[in-house]
């Protein structure tokens, strides 16, 4: 077996052209990936064979050779797992729209119509819905730290409130914590692999992890700091960062949607300090434009507390609901800003380090940034109206509670 192959490395092959055919299920490149105009050619090449699978038509179903409309939660079954190990069972509750499929349906299929076999003749994958899936899981995790052995659909189902892997004969009602007996699953005749070197990425042979750690205890490594690869210059003098607010999630495929939650941080905006925005002669609202040697991004400015030198940019903000401007001029996604570049152990990309300008465009006319005040961005001016959910926020379906007293 090879390593897997990385979604930079993906991008990368499909820009050298190894990569013909592309299947993208349940993510949006064009908008959450580094260096969009990149990723906006690498998608668009005519050798290039895109599916894109999503229940909404995003930025990168635009771009797409065939669109897959797919069911959403509560459209379908399936499990999910909680970072405290609980495994939930999540049942369908109403029919997907339309022509829209689960993933999983639409994948089997695929299987069938290709024809796909194992090395016994028998179609492949044998199962046929979610329940004989999850079954073939948890066939494939006994003995493992993740042992499901003792999970099924029918068992999920009557304990509403999931239960906790490892759960086997050993465990039948699942297992709250772990580790109790001091015994961990770094042991050198158990791993499956011995880390990385923090720098380079190069895997760690067994022969230095076994010398390094033969009781399997936590080994804490500590990493030289190593200065980014784009940094501040005269002609960029910011160091730009981008990421979340607690209103929207991903590219807002589906928060975008949710009118309390697109009232609350309604357009994309840029953070710049106090002190900054003073030497700029920046005012609460005013438009500006911050760009890198990539691209340029215009946005409303929001004075907050963030560090001098430091410019933030939520990356939700692409470009289906975007005004006619935004979308011939790809200037709202923060993405259109950050590097192609990755961490060497995680293979994740970069965007925390990219160098920026920002110039103002025009008068605010008093209109504070979209923001929302009730988060990171809140303003360091008490002027900006607060963000508030409203009449529509307000759950009129629960009654006040009586409480007698003697």
């Not at 492949?124 to 329940?131: L, R």
């Not at 259109?336 to 990219?354: C, I, N, R």
């Not at 988060?375 to 900006?384: A, E, Q, W």
Request: with cysteine; proline share 9%; charged share 25%.
């Amino acid at each position: 077996m090879t390593p897997p192959t990385h979604a930079m490395q993906i991008f990368r092959y499909a820009e050298q052209g190894s990569i013909r055919f592309l299947w993208v299920t349940a993510t949006n490149p064009a908008v959450s990936m580094p260096e969009l105009a990149r990723i906006r050619s690498i998608l668009a090449q005519d050798r290039l064979f895109l599916i894109v699978q999503d229940i909404f038509r995003t930025e990168t179903a635009e771009l797409a050779d065939v669109v897959l409309p797919a069911a959403t939660q509560g459209e379908k079954a399936g499990c999910f797992t909680n970072v405290d190990r609980t495994v939930h069972l999540s049942d369908k509750a109403v029919e997907p729209p339309g022509v829209a499929r689960p993933d999983l349906d639409i994948l089997l299929d695929y299987a069938r119509r290709m024809d796909f076999r194992d090395r016994d003749g028998q179609p492949f994958p044998q199962w046929h819905d979610a329940s004989s899936a999850f079954d073939a899981w948890v066939a494939s995790t006994e003995g493992r730290p993740c042992d499901y052995n003792g999970l099924s659909h029918a068992k999920l189902r009557s304990a509403p409130s999931g239960i906790q892997w490892p759960c086997n004969s050993e465990n039948p009602d699942g297992t709250e914590r772990l580790y109790t007996d001091g015994k961990f699953f770094s042991a050198p005749d158990e791993c499956e692999s011995y880390g990385r070197d923090l720098v380079t990425g190069t895997a760690v042979e067994e022969t230095e992890y076994r010398a390094l750690n033969p009781d399997a205890k936590a080994v804490i490594k500590a990493a030289a700091y190593l200065p980014p690869h784009e940094r501040p210059d005269p002609d960029h003098p910011f160091a730009l960062i981008t990421g979340r607010t607690l209103y929207h999630f991903h590219t807002r495929t589906k928060t975008g949607r949710a009118p309390q939650l697109q009232a609350a941080a309604s357009e994309v905006w840029v953070e710049c300090s106090a002190a900054d925005a003073a030497a700029l002669e920046l005012r609460e609202g005013d438009l500006a434009e911050i760009t890198t040697p990539r691209g340029a991004v215009r946005a409303r400015v929001r004075i907050s507390g963030i560090r001098d030198g430091v410019l933030f940019l939520p990356f939700h903000y692409g470009y289906w609901d975007a005004d006619h401007a935004q979308r011939a001029g790809h200037d709202r996604a923060a993405n259109e800003l950050t590097p192609t570049d990755w961490d060497p152990v995680s293979k994740q990309p970069l965007f925390k380090t990219a160098a920026a300008n920002l110039t103002r465009i025009a008068d605010g006319l008093g209109v504070p940034a979209p923001a929302p005040t009730t988060t990171g961005s809140r303003p360091v001016g008490d002027h900006v109206p607060p963000t508030r959910g409203g009449h529509a926020a307000t759950d009129t379906t629960r009654q006040p509670t009586q409480v007698e007293t003697p």
